[in-house]
C-alpha cells in the first residue's frame, strides 16, 4: 500500500488544520493506520491510530482533546483533524499502515508516507 500525507502548512497558534492521508494499492481498509510527528532534533513520536473499522482510536497524551484521528474507507483516506494548535505541535508528521495490530509503536507500522509539514507560529 503506498500512503501520501497532505494538508501541513503554516498556521499560527490557536489555529486549526486537517492533514490526510491518502491510501493506493491494496485495500486500505484491511489497515488499521496511525499518525507520528518528528519535530526538528527530536526523535519521532505517536500521535494517534485508528484501528481498520475506526471503531477504535488512541492519541497521544500531548494531542488528546485537541487533534482527532479519523478514517473514511469508502476514500482511502485517513484524517487528523488538529485544533488549538501550539508552537510545539510544530514538526513534519506522517501516517503509517499496520498489516497486523496497532498501537502507539512505529515498529508495529509496515508502511509509511512521505511526510506533511506543520508549522504553528506564535
Known amino acids: 500500500v503506498q500512503l501520501q500525507a497532505c494538508g501541513g502548512g503554516l498556521v499560527q497558534a490557536g489555529g486549526s488544520l486537517r492533514l490526510s492521508c491518502l491510501a493506493s494499492g491494496r485495500t486500505f481498509s484491511n489497515y488499521a493506520t496511525g499518525w507520528f510527528r518528528q519535530a526538528p532534533g527530536k526523535e519521532r513520536e505517536f500521535v494517534g491510530a485508528?484501528?481498520?473499522?475506526?471503531?477504535?482510536?488512541l492519541h497521544a497524551d500531548s494531542v488528546k482533546g485537541r487533534f482527532t484521528i479519523s478514517r473514511d474507507n469508502a476514500k482511502n483516506t485517513v484524517y487528523l483533524q488538529m485544533n488549538s494548535l501550539k508552537p510545539e505541535d510544530t514538526a513534519v508528521y506522517y501516517c503509517?499502515?499496520?498489516?497486523?495490530?496497532?498501537?502507539?509503536?512505529?515498529?508495529?507500522?509496515?508502511?509509511w508516507g512521505q511526510g506533511t509539514e506543520v508549522t504553528v507560529s506564535s
Open positions: 485508528i484501528t481498520w473499522s475506526g471503531a477504535s482510536t
Open positions: 503509517a499502515a499496520a498489516r497486523t495490530g496497532w498501537g502507539r509503536d512505529e515498529f508495529t507500522y509496515d508502511y
